[in-house]
């Protein structure tokens, strides 16, 4: 058993941001970064377009931002949420590049901005095509150093340890060693799940193999508020080159910069779904792509960037230029084959301002949490900026109550589990039908029939599973694979709920 301050679940820069100014703020106290992979390997890793922050106030504003991220959110944002997060972005990007972050600026010493759909100006703040790289080379180099942040990589969160003995609070988690296949009860006054998405229940996903939703199940089962899971959203154009996982993205800052999407007839067809065209917000451009794949019959659409002058392309997105050339496609000569793919889970544990979930001392922070920013749909490049805003304000408030005495050591039963090898190939052959059930019936036009017999299938497959396999057995593929089906379960179920058609939800029998 292990007991610390502040026990966090992940380490992409919601974890990293938010261990690293705790520890700055109180060398007295113990900070404990649990990850399941390697410090670095998370989605922030992969982020490319950037940080969306206003940073130029000579061409664009706060009340700009809040009404682009509202009308993104197509009706559904916490209009009080959207204008605390856009006002306190300038603050939290001086943060990072204090950590040691390096974002692109012009010759005039002013940041390089960016465009991207659903935004009406230039306010992207961007390393090249890398931003998520530079972002955790600066947090790891930063969080490292720190002598009282002590990280276990390799090791896996199972399940919360919470009391219900008054009312619900969470005391810790219950880990995995993943190397050593040993479980360690870690006791904590406070527990802040900064565990990220879940691409993974998908089978074409931008996100990489830890993106199992994992925080967001572990609260489920804790009996957190989960909320708007229905609002996942597919990125409109990841690289359609089917045979590698997770699929390379191609940034929406791409047609910011004025790629254009084009059908199998060569036509750009976008005019016809949104006067805004390729820089429409995300739900629309992916709701627009899949009509077109579906009247064409096909698997892909085309971005078009022949027209764009090459070396200036190859300097904004260096990665990307790269990438296509290493698979035969020269974005000067040739257009870039490109499909929707999962990419963000808009919804997650429901928590209030300072990130406090329905459960005492459980915070959620970044992409697994719900706080009312993105509504229906996520503006680009929102993520980052409001994984730091709650980092930040999450850190706040546990500073302030960390001596409390609800967040002394309680009592309470530790579960049991046995750590077991079991047929890996029986466990990957569910996770494939699982992708391939809510990639079918659960994607970005959905239908009320599919839904309920996607949630029958499921409930199949699951207990399948449960005939095979005892509860208290346990392995990072097991952790994998229940939390897979909780998070299945919870957008299909949300799905079925919402009964209004909003942004990135969108069912042909409700409208
Ligand atoms: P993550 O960065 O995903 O970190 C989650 C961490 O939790 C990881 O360390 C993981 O290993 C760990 N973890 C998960 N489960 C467990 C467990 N059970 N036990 C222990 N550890 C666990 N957003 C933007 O704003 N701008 C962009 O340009 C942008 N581009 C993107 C490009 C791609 C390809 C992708 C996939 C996403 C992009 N996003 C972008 C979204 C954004 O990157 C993510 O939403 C954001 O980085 C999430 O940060 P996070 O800290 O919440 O989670
Ligand atoms: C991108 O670069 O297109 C991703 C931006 C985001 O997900 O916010």
């Known amino acids: 058993m292990i007991h610390t301050d502040f026990l966090i679940i992940g380490s992409g820069i919601a974890g990293l941001s938010y261990a690293i100014k705790v520890a700055e703020d109180a060398p007295h106290h113990d900070i404990l970064v649990v990850t399941k992979n390697d410090l670095n390997e998370s989605n922030t890793k992969y982020a490319q377009g950037g940080i969306a922050v206003v940073t130029d106030y000579s061409k664009d504003s706060a009340q700009q931002h809040i009404k682009d991220t509202l009308i993104a959110g197509d009706g559904i944002c916490d209009q009080e949420v959207v204008e605390m997060v856009v006002n306190e972005g ?134 957190a508020k989960i909320e708007e899971m229905e609002f996942i959203q597919f990125h409109p154009t990841a690289l359609y080159y089917p045979d590698k996982k997770p699929v390379f993205l191609i940034s929406e800052a791409v047609r910011g910069f004025g790629a254009i999407l084009r059908n199998k007839e060569g036509e750009a067809f976008m005019y016809r779904y949104d006067e805004r065209k390729e820089l429409a917000s995300r739900d629309i451009v992916a709701r627009a792509i899949h009509s077109e794949l579906k009247k064409n019959n096909s698997s892909h659409v085309y971005l078009d960037c022949t027209h764009l002058d090459n070396e200036k392309f190859k300097h904004h997105f260096p990665s990307i230029h790269e990438k296509c050339m290493t698979i035969g496609i020269n974005p000067a000569i ?44 996520r503006l680009a490049s929102n993520s980052l900026l409001e994984a730091v805003v709650y980092a930040h304000r999450t850190y706040q408030h546990t500073m302030l109550t960390v001596n409390d005495s609800n967040k002394q050591e309680i009592q309470f039963d530790l579960p049991n589990y046995e750590v077991v090898k079991l047929n890996n190939e029986f466990i990957q052959s569910l996770q494939r039908q699982l992708q391939e059930i809510m990639s079918h019936s659960v994607g970005i036009v959905r239908t009320t029939k599919g839904l309920t017999k996607a949630q029958e299938e499921i409930t199949t497959l699951e207990q399948k599973f449960n005939n095979q396999v005892n509860l208290k057995f346990t392995s990072t593929e097991l952790i994998t694979i229940r939390n897979l089906f909780t998070i299945a379960h919870l957008i299909i179920k949300h799905s079925l709920d919402r009964k209004i058609n909003k942004g990135g939800y969108y069912n042909v029998d409700i409208s």
């Not at 939290?92 to 390096?102: C, D, H, N, V």
């Not at 002590?150 to 090791?155: A, P, R, T």
């Not at 257009?335 to 919804?347: D, K, L, N, R, T």
């Not at 209030?352 to 719900?370: M, P, Q, T, V, W």
């Open 90 to 223: 300038p603050e939290r990007l001086k943060e990072l590049i204090s950590w040691g972050a390096q974002f692109d600026r012009n010759s005039d010493g002013g940041f390089s901005l960016e465009n991207e759909g659903g935004h009406t100006k230039h306010r992207v703040v961007h390393h090249k095509d890398m931003t998520g790289r530079e972002i955790m080379r600066a947090l790891r180099a930063t969080a490292i150093q720190m002598s009282n942040i002590k990280i276990l990589s390799f090791h896996t969160a199972i399940d919360l340890l919470t009391s219900k003995s008054k009312s619900s609070s969470c005391h810790g988690a219950v880990i995995l060693d993943n190397l050593k296949g040993e479980i360690k009860h870690i006791i904590a006054k406070n527990t802040i799940l900064a565990s990220g998405g879940a691409g993974q229940v998908y089978t074409f996903t931008t996100n990489p193999d830890i993106a199992t939703g994992d925080g967001i199940a572990m609260a489920k089962r804790a009996g």
């Open 334 to 377: 040739n257009m870039i084959p490109v499909a929707p793919a999962a990419h963000y889970v808009c919804g997650g544990i429901k928590v209030n301002k300072d990130g406090l979930s329905s459960i005492s001392n459980l915070y959620a922070i970044g992409e697994c949490s719900r706080t009312g920013l993105h509504g229906a749909n």
